[in-house]
Protein backbone atom coordinates (compact mmCIF):
# COMPACT_ATOMS: atom_id res chain seq x y z
CA UNK A 1 0.00 0.00 0.00
CA UNK A 2 1.96 2.93 -1.39
CA UNK A 3 -0.38 6.07 0.28
CA UNK A 4 0.47 9.06 -1.17
CA UNK A 5 3.18 9.45 -3.13
CA UNK A 6 5.15 13.08 -4.42
CA UNK A 7 8.01 13.36 -6.63
CA UNK A 8 10.51 14.84 -7.31
CA UNK A 9 12.27 15.20 -3.45
CA UNK A 10 14.32 17.95 -4.21
CA UNK A 11 14.00 20.43 -6.83
CA UNK A 12 16.23 23.69 -7.31
CA UNK A 13 14.67 26.53 -9.92
CA UNK A 14 15.93 29.53 -11.67
CA UNK A 15 13.96 32.50 -11.23
CA UNK A 16 10.50 32.23 -13.48
CA UNK A 17 10.84 28.52 -14.71
CA UNK A 18 7.97 26.84 -14.26
CA UNK A 19 7.58 23.29 -12.95
CA UNK A 20 4.72 20.39 -11.92
CA UNK A 21 4.93 18.55 -8.54
CA UNK A 22 3.20 15.53 -8.90
CA UNK A 23 1.25 13.75 -6.21
CA UNK A 24 -0.93 10.31 -6.37
CA UNK A 25 -2.64 8.25 -3.89
CA UNK A 26 -4.42 4.79 -3.99
CA UNK A 27 -6.32 5.10 -1.22
CA UNK A 28 -9.62 6.10 -2.99
CA UNK A 29 -9.63 9.46 -1.40
CA UNK A 30 -11.86 11.83 -2.70
CA UNK A 31 -10.30 14.58 -0.65
CA UNK A 32 -6.82 16.01 -1.79
CA UNK A 33 -4.93 19.09 -0.19
CA UNK A 34 -1.50 20.81 -1.62
CA UNK A 35 0.26 22.64 1.80
CA UNK A 36 3.34 24.40 1.65
CA UNK A 37 5.66 24.36 4.86
CA UNK A 38 8.11 27.34 5.81
CA UNK A 39 11.10 26.67 7.51
CA UNK A 40 10.03 26.92 12.05
CA UNK A 41 6.41 26.77 10.64
CA UNK A 42 3.32 25.68 10.14
CA UNK A 43 1.42 24.18 7.25
CA UNK A 44 -0.13 26.89 4.52
CA UNK A 45 -3.31 25.65 2.27
CA UNK A 46 -2.65 26.18 -0.98
CA UNK A 47 -5.19 24.43 -2.98
CA UNK A 48 -7.93 21.34 -2.12
CA UNK A 49 -9.86 19.38 -4.06
CA UNK A 50 -13.21 17.88 -3.20
CA UNK A 51 -13.21 15.11 -6.22
CA UNK A 52 -11.99 14.86 -9.42
CA UNK A 53 -13.06 17.94 -11.02
CA UNK A 54 -13.70 20.17 -8.73
CA UNK A 55 -10.73 22.36 -6.96
CA UNK A 56 -10.84 25.57 -4.74
CA UNK A 57 -8.08 27.71 -3.62
CA UNK A 58 -6.92 27.44 0.34
CA UNK A 59 -4.76 30.43 1.83
CA UNK A 60 -1.98 30.74 -0.12
CA UNK A 61 -3.05 29.95 -3.86
CA UNK A 62 -1.44 32.82 -5.76
CA UNK A 63 1.41 31.75 -8.14
CA UNK A 64 0.20 27.94 -8.04
CA UNK A 65 -2.78 26.15 -10.33
CA UNK A 66 -3.82 22.82 -9.63
CA UNK A 67 -6.17 20.19 -11.72
CA UNK A 68 -8.06 17.15 -10.94
CA UNK A 69 -8.56 15.03 -13.79
CA UNK A 70 -8.76 11.19 -11.71
CA UNK A 71 -9.55 10.54 -8.08
CA UNK A 72 -5.79 9.70 -7.79
CA UNK A 73 -3.76 12.50 -9.20
CA UNK A 74 -3.66 15.88 -8.28
CA UNK A 75 -0.63 17.69 -9.70
CA UNK A 76 0.12 21.29 -8.47
CA UNK A 77 1.62 23.68 -10.98
CA UNK A 78 4.18 26.39 -10.45
CA UNK A 79 4.28 29.25 -13.27
CA UNK A 80 7.35 31.84 -13.21
CA UNK A 81 8.65 30.64 -10.22
CA UNK A 82 9.94 33.15 -7.29
CA UNK A 83 12.31 33.57 -4.16
CA UNK A 84 9.18 33.35 -2.40
CA UNK A 85 8.10 30.31 -3.63
CA UNK A 86 11.24 28.29 -1.79
CA UNK A 87 9.52 26.12 0.78
CA UNK A 88 8.67 22.34 1.17
CA UNK A 89 5.56 21.59 -0.15
CA UNK A 90 2.95 18.39 1.33
CA UNK A 91 0.61 16.91 -0.88
CA UNK A 92 -2.05 14.80 1.47
CA UNK A 93 -5.80 12.98 0.87
CA UNK A 94 -8.23 12.29 3.13
CA UNK A 95 -10.79 10.48 4.43
CA UNK A 96 -12.88 12.68 7.01
CA UNK A 97 -12.28 10.51 10.56
CA UNK A 98 -9.34 8.67 9.27
CA UNK A 99 -7.45 12.11 9.35
CA UNK A 100 -5.32 13.04 6.20
CA UNK A 101 -2.09 11.13 5.43
CA UNK A 102 0.89 13.06 3.88
CA UNK A 103 3.78 12.33 1.05
CA UNK A 104 7.14 12.70 1.76
CA UNK A 105 6.81 16.34 0.49
CA UNK A 106 9.38 18.17 -1.92
CA UNK A 107 11.74 21.05 -0.83
CA UNK A 108 11.50 23.71 -3.58
CA UNK A 109 14.40 25.91 -3.70
CA UNK A 110 14.13 29.32 -6.54
CA UNK A 111 17.03 30.58 -7.26
CA UNK B 1 -13.67 30.39 9.35
CA UNK B 2 -11.68 28.10 11.84
CA UNK B 3 -8.48 28.93 13.47
CA UNK B 4 -5.87 26.44 15.42
CA UNK B 5 -3.96 28.04 17.94
CA UNK B 6 -0.88 26.37 19.25
CA UNK B 7 -0.02 28.99 22.14
CA UNK B 8 3.48 26.80 22.85
CA UNK B 9 6.23 27.19 20.48
CA UNK B 10 8.26 25.23 22.66
CA UNK B 11 8.38 22.61 24.87
CA UNK B 12 10.52 20.48 26.84
CA UNK B 13 10.79 17.21 28.99
CA UNK B 14 13.22 14.42 30.58
CA UNK B 15 12.67 11.16 29.69
CA UNK B 16 10.00 8.90 31.61
CA UNK B 17 8.07 12.13 32.47
CA UNK B 18 4.82 13.47 31.35
CA UNK B 19 4.11 16.45 29.13
CA UNK B 20 1.28 17.87 27.55
CA UNK B 21 0.80 19.78 24.77
CA UNK B 22 -2.08 22.79 24.30
CA UNK B 23 -4.49 23.09 21.13
CA UNK B 24 -7.60 25.15 20.86
CA UNK B 25 -9.33 25.72 18.07
CA UNK B 26 -12.53 27.84 16.98
CA UNK B 27 -15.32 26.49 14.76
CA UNK B 28 -18.77 27.60 14.73
CA UNK B 29 -19.56 23.88 13.57
CA UNK B 30 -20.56 20.63 15.96
CA UNK B 31 -19.42 18.18 13.67
CA UNK B 32 -15.66 18.11 13.21
CA UNK B 33 -12.64 15.80 13.52
CA UNK B 34 -9.49 17.13 15.46
CA UNK B 35 -5.72 15.63 14.64
CA UNK B 36 -2.00 15.23 15.97
CA UNK B 37 0.37 15.33 13.97
CA UNK B 38 4.00 14.93 14.31
CA UNK B 39 6.73 15.70 12.19
CA UNK B 40 10.32 14.68 12.90
CA UNK B 41 13.04 15.55 11.80
CA UNK B 42 12.73 13.39 8.49
CA UNK B 43 9.78 16.01 7.42
CA UNK B 44 7.68 13.48 7.54
CA UNK B 45 3.91 14.19 9.04
CA UNK B 46 2.96 10.78 11.23
CA UNK B 47 -1.02 11.15 12.58
CA UNK B 48 -0.70 10.75 16.07
CA UNK B 49 -3.82 10.09 17.22
CA UNK B 50 -7.16 11.52 16.32
CA UNK B 51 -10.67 12.64 18.14
CA UNK B 52 -14.40 12.78 16.71
CA UNK B 53 -15.96 15.76 17.48
CA UNK B 54 -19.52 13.91 18.56
CA UNK B 55 -17.52 11.06 20.93
CA UNK B 56 -17.76 12.39 24.39
CA UNK B 57 -14.52 9.92 25.50
CA UNK B 58 -11.16 10.96 24.93
CA UNK B 59 -9.03 9.10 22.60
CA UNK B 60 -5.98 7.26 23.31
CA UNK B 61 -2.89 5.34 21.75
CA UNK B 62 -0.85 3.86 24.24
CA UNK B 63 1.77 6.52 25.38
CA UNK B 64 -0.68 9.35 24.03
CA UNK B 65 -3.91 10.63 24.82
CA UNK B 66 -5.79 13.80 24.50
CA UNK B 67 -8.17 15.76 26.77
CA UNK B 68 -11.09 17.06 24.39
CA UNK B 69 -12.95 19.48 25.53
CA UNK B 70 -15.61 20.29 23.29
CA UNK B 71 -17.51 23.27 25.16
CA UNK B 72 -14.49 24.70 25.82
CA UNK B 73 -13.01 23.74 22.91
CA UNK B 74 -9.61 22.87 23.61
CA UNK B 75 -7.87 19.86 22.59
CA UNK B 76 -4.86 18.78 24.37
CA UNK B 77 -1.74 16.05 24.18
CA UNK B 78 -0.57 14.20 27.00
CA UNK B 79 2.51 11.96 26.15
CA UNK B 80 3.02 9.45 29.06
CA UNK B 81 6.51 8.22 29.83
CA UNK B 82 8.57 10.23 27.39
CA UNK B 83 11.28 8.56 24.88
CA UNK B 84 13.86 10.48 22.98
CA UNK B 85 12.21 9.52 19.71
CA UNK B 86 9.34 11.41 20.85
CA UNK B 87 11.61 14.55 19.95
CA UNK B 88 9.35 16.28 16.98
CA UNK B 89 7.27 19.67 16.15
CA UNK B 90 3.48 18.30 16.67
CA UNK B 91 0.68 19.87 14.89
CA UNK B 92 -2.77 20.14 16.17
CA UNK B 93 -5.25 20.15 13.48
CA UNK B 94 -8.96 20.48 12.51
CA UNK B 95 -11.30 19.11 9.61
CA UNK B 96 -14.33 20.17 9.20
CA UNK B 97 -17.01 17.45 8.06
CA UNK B 98 -17.64 18.42 4.52
CA UNK B 99 -13.20 18.24 4.25
CA UNK B 100 -13.05 21.34 2.63
CA UNK B 101 -10.98 22.94 5.47
CA UNK B 102 -8.00 21.13 7.20
CA UNK B 103 -6.32 23.29 9.20
CA UNK B 104 -3.06 23.41 11.05
CA UNK B 105 -1.58 25.00 14.05
CA UNK B 106 1.59 26.40 14.01
CA UNK B 107 3.14 23.87 15.43
CA UNK B 108 5.28 23.25 19.23
CA UNK B 109 8.75 21.73 19.08
CA UNK B 110 8.96 19.34 21.82
CA UNK B 111 12.39 18.25 22.64
CA UNK B 112 13.52 15.06 24.89
CA UNK B 113 16.42 15.01 27.42
CA UNK B 114 17.85 12.01 29.02
Known amino acids: NAGVTQTPKFRILKIGQSMTLQCTQD?????MYWYRQDPGMGLKLIYY???????DKGEVPNGYNVSRSTTEDFPLRLELAAPSQTSVYFC??????????FGQGTRLTVV | AQTVTQSQPEMSVQEAETVTLSCTYD???????LFWYKQPPSRQMILVIR??????QNATENRFSVNFQKAAKSFSLKISDSQLGDAAMYFC???????????FGKGTTLSVSS
Open chain 1, 92 to 101: ASSYGPEGAF
Open chain 2, 51 to 56: QEAYKQ
Open chain 1, 49 to 55: SVGAGIT
Open chain 1, 27 to 31: MNHNY
Open chain 2, 93 to 103: AYLNQAGTALI
Open chain 2, 27 to 33: TSESDYY
